[in-house]
């Protein structure tokens, strides 16, 4: 009789561990299936969030209403509701990492945004005798963009502005 003790004692021991290793991987599958859902959809709500942020700076006066590279408290390239060439040209120069280092990520503060934006135009807009067909910066490869779409005035004709935030 003590023989077949032993093998009950064994196989008990057996199911515990393996109820135990079974629980274990239950419990992963679900902290990683939930933060997983969690995580994009917490992502896509603050692109979108900071998209329109974007949009209703870009497509108003700004502050002050005349406001340049070194008094800019809000970014706004609009004047009586059409696009400021002026303002437009500045706001480009904010960007342009060759003319003012640095600058770029100052426009992000400005925003109030964390992740990188690029505004492209339906239509080239001049700036200082060249034709620009976006502003800010693009990513080859986002892992997640958002594009929120406006519409403005440029030159007595409609355009429309793609904004895009990326991560």
Request: hydrophobic share 40%; aromatic share 14%; no cysteine.
């Given at each position: ?26 419990i992963l ?53 059409k696009i ?48 620009v067909y ?34």
């Open positions: 009789m003590r023989m077949i003790e032993k093998r009950a004692q064994g196989w008990g021991f057996d199911l515990v561990v393996a109820s135990i290793i079974f629980s274990f991987a239950i599958f679900y902290i990683f299936a939930f933060n997983y859902s969690t995580g994009g959809e917490e992502t896509f709500n603050n692109l979108a969030y900071e998209g329109q942020l974007v949009a209703e700076s870009i497509l108003s006066e700004g502050y002050p209403p005349d406001w340049n590279n070194n008094s800019v408290v809000r970014i706004g390239i609009l004047s009586g509701n400021n060439q002026t303002k437009l040209e500045r706001f480009y120069n904010m960007t342009n990492v060759a003319l003012n280092p640095g600058e770029y990520n100052r426009t992000k503060v400005l925003f109030n945004i964390a992740h990188d934006y690029n505004i492209s135009f339906s239509s080239p807009v001049n700036i200082l005798g060249s034709e976006s502003i800010g910066r693009t990513k080859p490869n986002p892992e997640n963009l958002i594009r929120v779409t406006r519409f403005s005035i440029y030159n007595n004709k409609p355009i429309t502005l793609d904004i895009d935030v990326s991560t």
